[in-house]
């Protein structure tokens, strides 16, 4: 009932319309979820997938901004929202497309800038698109060069991948062969170390590869060098030809040999950062020191002492200086928790202080490049490199340990006088700034009589420390950049000095000037000569 003055009410009709259009939309709906029910769920996933690879050939980096953005599947998008991983970085815009539109792809962006999900989600999508069971076997494989790298990949694809239903394994060595070889035939993405895999390919009879559908060299150029070699082309030749490849690396491989072995199909290069004018994080502060072996330790004790609510890792060229440092240092008490990680460790404890260095909020890691490659530390503020990288791309990865993902971070290279002018070259040309800074000879703290004390009262300290400077000039005496490294320049008595190990009578950098040129048995000869002969003793 309406009259003139009243205001006009809704209008009916219009309401009607409304209902009956919502009313509409439902009813459709409904009968769509009864007809799917009515099919298999493998035909209904069968669909979506159609309209994913549909819209694989129209992706657009330069549109790319959100995960959402690219053609993925609910569960991976899914499992990308929860572990709050929404806008992409580059190196994951630029390549993930290429991934999906199945080409082999070589990846290469600064350390810290997200290679691991640029190849996780790629290889989950596959599985995805190929409705991978757990019946179909091995389909993804992943190779990583160390068992901590490995681990935390693994951690990541498990967060990532929660939603899918493939199952995921952890091949690295360290345990027992039969219980892994009991799993090892249900997962379908393997994350492995080229050893251990190489291991379970010869011995574990019903492990096969015959049908893997993707294969990833995660910090590919050291998977493929010299090193892993041997190892790298056997696992290769068990591997099917038909299979898409992604080799991803902050300081990638351009070798045609190496990438030969792979039989790669037009791969596509994606070099992030190439016109980059650094190849270092932009957050990362970099300097080097020139210092005399004599005051490497004081020179590092005193650090730790003024950086004590920080986190650092120090990188040493070999185990056994890591394994005696780390005994002194300890009882050198400098005030802040210390952790050493090297290779000769045995696994569970490696995996305790891996976990225990990502926990703590202050504390140093003592390491040697085990920890070089990969590593996502949280919050590490320091990256002292105490000896000498062997190369640049060394020191690119050390220094990657901090200023990851949009984070500040320090580098501290430590540098011999006769270390200075290779190193810093090699750098320059590799596009990596580092500024000399000056030690202040006032703030060093002398520890030197201290160690000598410790080594005085305890003979196993002191074998290590002996063994420690055998392995130290071994380390030098190997590396191949002779500019940098050269054994015969070294001064050994301060080294020796430094270290707290006892000098000798005979001086055998004399010795060793004699007779060059030398193997390395020979070298190491005369220096176990000198320090475990009969000279040494009668000291
Ligand atoms: N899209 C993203 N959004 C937010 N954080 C991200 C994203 N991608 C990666 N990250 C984070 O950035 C950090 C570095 O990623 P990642 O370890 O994959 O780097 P990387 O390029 O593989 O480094 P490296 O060369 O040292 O191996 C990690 O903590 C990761 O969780």
């Known amino acids: 009932m309406g009259g003139p003055g009243r205001r006009a009410g809704p209008d009916p009709v219009r309401n009607f319309e409304r209902w009956k259009k919502k009313y509409t939309k439902r009813k459709n709906k409904l009968r769509l979820q009864q007809k799917q029910r009515k099919r298999p769920e493998w035909e209904v996933e069968r669909e979506g997938i159609a309209r994913l690879e549909q819209r694989y050939p129209e992706i657009n980096p330069n549109e790319i901004e959100r995960f959402s953005d690219f053609p993925l599947s609910k569960k991976t998008l899914k499992g990308l929202q929860e572990a709050q991983y929404r806008m992409v970085t580059e190196i994951q815009r630029q390549t993930i497309g290429l991934s999906l539109q199945g080409k ?9 800038s997200g290679k691991t999900l640029a190849f996780i989600i790629p290889a989950l999508e596959r599985l995805y698109r190929q409705q991978w069971t757990s019946m179909d076997g091995l389909g993804v494989l992943i190779i990583s060069p160390t068992r901590e790298l490995a681990y935390q990949t693994f951690e990541v694809l498990r967060k990532v991948g929660k939603n899918h239903e493939f199952s995921a394994g952890l091949i690295i060595g360290g345990k027992d062969l039969q219980q892994e070889a009991n799993k090892i035939h249900h997962i379908n993405i393997l994350i492995c170390t080229p050893g251990r895999l190489l291991q379970h390919m010869d011995e574990t009879s019903y492990f096969h590869a015959s049908d893997l559908q993707m294969l990833i060299l995660d910090e590919a150029d050291r998977i493929l060098d010299m ?46 950062h190439e016109k980059a004018k650094f190849s270092t994080p932009a957050t990362l502060d970099q300097n080097y020191i020139v210092c005399g072996l004599e005051q490497k ?15 650092s890792i120090v990188f040493y060229a070999s185990c ?39 926990r703590k909020k202050s504390a140093v890691l003592f390491a040697t490049d085990v920890a070089a490659r990969g590593l996502d530390f949280p919050a590490v503020n320091w990256v002292i490199q105490f000896d000498c990288p062997e190369d640049a791309n060394t020191y690119i990865h050390r220094v990657g340990r901090t200023a990851r993902y949009k984070e500040g ?49 305890d003979q196993e300290l002191k074998e290590r420390a002996q063994r420690c400077f055998v392995s130290y000039l071994r380390s030098v005496y190997l590396m191949k950049n002779k500019e940098v490294f050269d054994v015969f320049k070294l001064p050994l008595a301060e080294y020796k000095k430094a270290n707290g190990v006892p000098i000798f009578k005979n001086d055998i950098w004399d010795d060793l000037d004699n007779c060059r040129p030398v193997s390395v048995t020979s070298v190491l000869g005369r220096i176990m000569e000198c320090q475990y002969g009969t000279r040494f003793h009668k000291e």
């Not at 330790?297 to 986190?311: V, W």
């Not at 590799?430 to 800074?437: D, F, L, T, Y």
């Open 320 to 358: 056994k200086e890591v394994q005696y440092l780390f005994r002194v240092f300890c009882r050198l008490r400098p005030g802040i928790p210390i952790l050493a990680l090297h290779g000769k460790q045995q696994q569970m404890k490696r995996m305790e202080v891996y976990n225990d260095f990502i």
């Open 227 to 272: 090193g892993f070699a041997d190892t790298m082309n056997a696992i290769i030749e068990n591997l099917p030809k038909k299979r898409q490849t992604l080799l991803f690396s902050a300081t990638q491989t351009k070798s045609v040999k190496d990438l030969a072995r792979l039989s790669l199909k037009d791969p596509e290069y994606v070099w992030v």
């Open 297 to 311: 330790i004081n020179m590092l004790y005193s650090f730790l002492r003024s950086h004590l609510n920080k986190k």
């Open 409 to 457: 971070g320090e580098a501290l290279l430590v540098l011999l006088p006769s270390e200075e002018k290779g190193m810093v070259h090699q750098l320059s040309q590799r596009k990596v700034p580092v500024n000399e800074i000056k030690i202040n000879p006032e703030k060093l703290v002398d520890v030197q009589k201290k160690m000598q004390a410790f080594l005085a009262q």
């Open 104 to 112: 082999d792809v070589l990846g290469a962006a600064k350390t810290g």
